[in-house]
């Protein structure tokens, strides 16, 4: 891997980690178009660690005011999340090569993006304090999202508009949510970590810290745009390039 596919790879997980339009789409189809001879396991992991230091430093403040209920409720969405990944961990490497699977997902994605034009139509009751029923939904939404290019912040933030969570709270508890969920599944590849680290450690930097400054501001957009009810953009992005893969 070059310092440039690096650079790439890092930007491009950085802005569609948090935004909803699917990093693992996005990164399965730059590896194909590298064409990479196995997918580079390490630094998929290493990328992944970068947005979750995003994560924690945009919501550093929240993080330290985390309460007991807050807890539960992420324990609550985390179990749902782990048990769909584990059933699904052993399909990932034909997951992430089916190009017909990539389009089906940002297909989904576009749908659950469109939703939102719905909701902004119609009367949702809405409550700021998310508990255990609706965590476990959410984390059940996004364990669907393992699949590539199945938007795993469109699922989550979307499900919980749907449920009635205030925008903002819906935005928050998907990336807190996103949290134990990165962590969990880089722990399922550590066996993988032996025999896949090909990257030299100068290129594996610039992946990580393009990744970690691209991850903050991506996500400090995002929540602006989920407050401002304009998640629904992000369709025409998602439909054209399911259209695109579609096509070829």
């Known amino acids: 891997m070059t ?4 650079t790439i790879l890092g930007l491009v997980q950085g802005l569609t980690e948090f935004l909803p339009i699917s990093s693992s789409g996005h990164l399965a189809i ?34 330290r005011r985390i309460n007991r209920a807050m807890i ?51 009367r949702v009751r809405t409550k700021i304090t998310i508990n255990i029923r609706t965590a476990v939904l959410i984390g059940i939404a996004q364990g669907i999202s393992i699949i590539p290019s199945l938007s795993r912040s469109a699922a989550t933030i979307v499900t919980a508009l749907w449920l009635g969570v205030d925008r903002e709270e819906a935005a928050r508890f998907s990336f807190l949510l996103s949290m134990p969920a990165i962590l969990g599944a880089q ?14 450690p100068s290129t594996a930097a610039i992946g990580f810290f393009t990744a970690f400054i691209a991850g903050f501001l991506s996500l400090r957009w995002l929540m602006a745009i989920v407050k401002g009810k304009e998640l629904h953009w ?12 579609a096509i070829v």
């Open 30 to 63: 730059l590896q194909n178009l590298f064409r990479f001879s196995e997918p580079p396991i390490a630094f998929d992991v290493l990328l992944h660690v970068a947005t979750l230091g995003a994560v924690g430093a945009y919501f550093f403040n929240d993080i």
């Open 234 to 245: 992000f369709a025409l992005y998602t439909g054209a390039l399911a259209l695109l893969l």
């Open 72 to 122: 539960v409720a992420l324990l609550a969405g985390t179990i749902p999340t782990g048990i769909i990944g584990i059933i699904l961990e052993k399909q990932a490497d034909w997951l992430f090569s089916s190009v017909s699977l990539l389009s089906i997902g940002f297909f989904l994605t576009t749908l659950l993006l469109l939703s939102t034009l719905l909701l902004n139509r119609v």
């Open 187 to 200: 722990l399922l590849v550590i066996p993988s970590l032996l025999t896949n680290n090909h990257v030299a």
């Open 3 to 6: 310092p440039i596919q690096a």
